[in-house]
């Protein structure tokens, strides 16, 4: 594995002790969020910090409310029983979901556990801005009502199939919802009651963020998680980190040029991928009303289970292009995973033998050898749960803010 | 911007103090590498450490031998003046470029001097490896024995214009030079008298290391240098950090397909972007002969200048095909600068326009609208600038390895 560089901006910040007393806490909470409740010495194994920095580090946790450490369970193992240290449930996420065909919410602990979800199908006859915001809102309340102890999320996070700028949620363009330039983050804020914290990202780039954490890329360091619907975009890993771009419009892969003389695209462009291995394509190749969404799909399926001859046709052909470029991404990023997501998850069976070829034909024999294409784990939820991770992110980055939150709210209330 | 994320791996490692300091050396020695000689005080600035830190660290290189302390400047800045820490320059590096057309090899110091350099044009007519090793190995006497105190390199950075593994320099395949499978860094080793330790990677990304590091892209963390010559390629720093890839592979940009109808490449596929902007794609399209180099490339220019209506066609077909390729890589990237190096670059003036048209037309508005596209400030010494930097790696991610074999050099030497 090449040593990476780092940069002269980065390199040149040196480190204080505080700074490091806050980077060890992060660790710790990180492995409880990611791996749930887990041993004192499961703490050491993971985090590489010693017994005495562990406990002084759990202690902070417990006193501000963000863990709690219950009785060893002895699991028949020689010595002295380690303690428990659980991630407390009461700090929980919204995450939100905005997809062409369905609308989905849910409520996600610290720890990982999902503790309600609800998704509605919509009409493609796209929802307004106005019409979205409201329903999700009322979504909601229905997922928040369920609460038993009536908290507050700490923050919400939404996944969204549009070109997104981080900083603020603005999505600049979704051509599959027919939204340009929609204030998306400051309109839920607005809608949720403003006293949620709310991060927008693409639906690809929080696919990725979870098949990686939780799913089928789970310890792996250079990925790309492709995710097809109506859309087609990436989420990409690059050395251990997410590719976000300069202001997070990374990942647009659907619209790469693929053919100069192909079909035109939402976009204004011409002959981008999308138009070769998106939902739609799919569909015409079969003979099939565009536009006919997941059910009609499901019944191009059934027909090449059935031997039909224009199904089977049409998936070889969508896995072509697909192979083709995926070839060109496996060129620049050298990527030792590719994870198929939505309907390309859905189609892997039929098209995984054409994608081969092609990447044997197109991509440079070095990288080709290194690299697996495999069906997203996680199913259709991916992106949902990749929008709880990002909600969580400023309290995995930095818990000791949380902890002194907590601290002076506490102390506010009983002043 | 966005707040990147850790992926759990990484995120699970708690720091101790001696790692603290390790890191804090480092902090130090990139700053003094990357500006050579400075004060007390700038370091303070530049690294955010405090004066007390920083006189323990510098105490710590004054004795390993890798930095001297000397009186202060007085620059008419009120207050006491504060002492200037300069690099070592007796610890130096070897850095090589195997170019198509060209061999060079120079020594670097640490601070980033250049002490010597050589470079040779050779003919088209491929060098053999062994040939090249031979003649790099000669080179590399004739700069070494301009050493004043014949002291040898820490080590030794290459730049090839291959497909190269990392870890251990071996180069999968070079088509512009006919090579495949060559163990190069074994090669290089042996030829260099097996004490110095010698890092291979692909000229495109040490390239991007040198104009991130030193040149037009300094400061920027989102870029792509793209190379071209014979063959293209790039190298492409994503979130401040240097895309490898999985195995190091990554940024052979050159072998995407741009048009599934186009000519034959080398490298087996056909329709690649190096067959529609490299150098011979220009001398076809200017009606002059294939494999001509960069002399003939200059007379396609200056018959350009002079208003030859072929020369300016074929000027402006390269540059369509560069804009159509670099809207791709805006989609996939959302960088923030462009850098063109090499013939990419030396064509800039005459085909930047048309360029810029093509990602209005191709790329989405929003990453588009952020991105600039410029040429190469260090020119066609990019490559090899970068490999000094790429040897000089080790060194500056961890001195305090340096420091310990200095002593431990000295302790056997005295016994």
Known sequence: VATRQSGPTRAGIG????????????????????????????????TGLTRTAIRALISDLVAGGMASEGPAIQLGIPGRPSPIVRPDPTRFVLAVEIAVDSLAVATVGFGGAVFSRVRVERPRAHLSVDETVAELARLARVVLARRPAGEGPIGAGVAVVGVVRRSDGFVSMAPNLGWRDVPLGERLTQALGGRVPIRVANEADLGALAEWRRGAASGVDD??????????????????????????YGGEVGHVTLDPAGAPCRCGSRGCWETTIGEDALLRLAGRPAGGGTLEIERVLAAADAGEPAAGAALEEVGRWLGSGLAGLVNVFDPSLIVLGGLLGRIHPYAGRIVEEQLDRLALPAPRGLVRIVPAALGTDAPLLGAAELAFEPLLADPAEWLGQREALAAMASA
């Not at 087609?232 to 976000?244: S, Y």
């Open 15 to 46: 480190q204080r002790s505080e700074t490091v007393r806050r980077a060890n806490l992060s660790a710790i909470v990180r492995q409880l969020h990611l791996r749930g409740p887990l041993s004192r010495s499961a703490l050491v194994a993971h």
């Open 223 to 248: 990925l790309i998680f492709l995710s097809g619907e109506v859309g087609v975009g990436a989420g990409i890993i690059v050395g251990g980190r997410p590719l976000t771009g300069a202001a997070g």
